[in-house]
């Protein structure tokens, strides 16, 4: 699984980048370049193991150019297909992948942080990767998934001035603090506790949604958040079934 923790760790690192400060090319190259600088510090310098990096160096600086695109100008499914496309070519190719190990390994061997002791490099590997998407990785997703479904927020748009009262405020902060903690508690076997996140994340937001007599308005409101949130959430639960495996 060494190449597809390498590519989780590209698409994070470029849509981190862009979250701190857009800038076309730069992002989408950057991640690619980190990307390739993870997997050769990891070891992964045999020829498939650098075709593989080359590869997924492509796909990371196509990702950071749909999402661009889809954001300024529609298509939204065109980044969710390359996405999928990426993940389930790096899922079918892993049998191939190189085991990680170089100053990478050399480094988890001598550290001395309990948690990382006796940790393999291909486990390091996808366990940054894993918790590097749970952060900007996982609103773009969620954004593009709203937009290709047409599921818009009615509190932006529909009203010159609307009641910022009204607004679901600090989604793009908490959706990646929650995929964090439900993430966590999963590794750490507390599901339960992963659990009550999601159901308390539904009661805090009960009043925002239930803050206006419009019953289409309401619905509206209802399905972005559900939607949104269920996104958010696969893409926590389905980190936690990869580091299970």
């Known amino acids: 699984m060494s190449w597809f923790a390498v590519l989780l760790i590209g698409l994070a690192v470029t849509d981190l980048a862009h979250s ?8 989408e190259c950057t991640g690619a370049a980190v990307a390739v ?32 695109r889809a954001f300024g100008r529609g298509r939204a499914w065109v980044p969710l297909l390359v996405l999928g496309g990426g993940l389930l070519l790096g899922l079918l190719t892993s049998p191939w992948a190189g ?16 948690a990382l002791q006796g940790m393999s490099a291909n ?18 997703i ?59 994340k539904g009661l805090l937001r009960f009043p925002e949604l239930q803050s206006r007599r419009e019953q289409a308005w309401i619905h509206r409101l209802t399905e972005y958040f559900l939607v949104g949130s269920f996104v958010s959430w696969l893409v926590a639960l389905s980190s936690l079934v990869l580091l299970a495996t």
């Open 20 to 27: 701190i400060r857009p800038m076309k090319i730069v992002n």
């Open 123 to 140: 486990r390091a590997l996808l366990l940054a990767g894993a918790f590097l998407v749970q952060l900007s990785t996982g609103n773009v």
């Open 37 to 68: 600088w993870v997997g050769l510090v990891a070891g992964l310098t045999e020829l498939e193991d650098v075709v593989a990096l080359a590869v997924i160096a492509a796909v990371v600086v196509l990702w950071g150019q749909t999402v661009t």
């Open 142 to 200: 969620v954004r593009l998934v709203l937009a290709a479904t047409g599921t818009t927020n009615p509190t932006y748009g529909s009203e010159p001035d609307p009641d910022p009262e009204l607004r679901l405020k600090g989604g793009r902060l908490l959706g990646p603090m929650e995929r964090v903690l439900i993430l966590g508690l999963g590794l750490g076997g507390h599901l339960t506790a992963a659990s009550v996140v999601v159901a308390a």
């Open 99 to 114: 085991t990680a190990d170089g100053l990478l390994g050399e480094w988890l061997e001598s550290v001395q942080v309990p």
